[in-house]
């Protein structure tokens, strides 16, 4: 919960006769409502920056922490590409079609991909774009052999 003390924003000048000063005069306006929505701001950027680190390291244990890394790295660079299903990924990657529906299922579980019939049958694409593209750009391609 964010609390905010109403802030205010003074400027104030001094008034001269005969090279003296003789008063002053302030403006002041009320910048509470600025505060706050910045506030708001700081607090949202943080909650992206959280999320954001714990997705990297959720993709980070789902591709170099566990058996089968190195193909879901290759379909999710495949689906960072454009969508696909899952026979469409099994063909490029040349790869068993149930190896393919695993892996998919794995990532769709762990909501790092989503699934949506198109009429015809399931497509996967990244979940909202979530910056994967750039996180799997992080990722050894020596080290995952790709």
């Given at each position: 919960?964010?609390?905010?003390?109403r802030?205010?924003?003074?400027?104030?000048?001094?008034?001269?006769?005969?090279?003296?000063?003789?008063?002053?005069?302030?403006?002041?306006?009320?910048?509470?409502?600025?505060?706050?929505?910045?506030?708001?701001?700081?607090?949202s950027l943080?909650?992206?920056?959280?999320?954001?680190?714990?997705?990297?390291k959720?993709?980070?244990?789902?591709?170099?922490?566990?058996?089968?890394?190195?193909?879901?790295?290759?379909?999710?660079?495949?689906?960072?590409?454009?969508?696909?299903?899952?026979?469409?990924?099994?063909?490029?990657?040349?790869?068993?079609?149930k190896?393919?529906?695993?892996?998919?299922?794995?990532?769709?579980?762990?909501?790092?991909?989503?699934?949506?019939?198109?009429?015809?049958s399931?497509?996967?694409?990244?979940?909202?774009?979530?910056?994967?593209?750039?996180?799997?750009?992080?990722?050894?391609?020596?080290?995952?052999?790709?």
């Amino acid at each position: 919960m964010i609390s905010i003390i109403r802030s205010w924003l003074k400027n104030t000048a001094p008034i001269y006769s005969k090279g003296k000063v003789v008063g002053t005069v302030s403006f002041g306006r009320d910048i509470t409502e600025h505060k706050k929505a910045e506030e708001q701001m700081k607090e949202s950027l943080k909650q992206k920056l959280k999320k954001s680190n714990t997705q990297n390291k959720l993709l980070y244990y789902l591709i170099e922490g566990t058996r089968g890394g190195k193909t879901r790295a290759l379909i999710l660079r495949h689906l960072a590409e454009k969508s696909h299903n899952a026979n469409q990924l099994a063909t490029a990657l040349n790869m068993d079609y149930k190896t393919i529906r695993h892996h998919l299922e794995v990532l769709v579980n762990y909501g790092i991909i989503t699934r949506n019939y198109n009429g015809h049958s399931v497509l996967y694409f990244i979940s909202n774009s979530n910056n994967i593209a750039e996180s799997l750009n992080s990722f050894d391609d020596e080290k995952l052999k790709l």
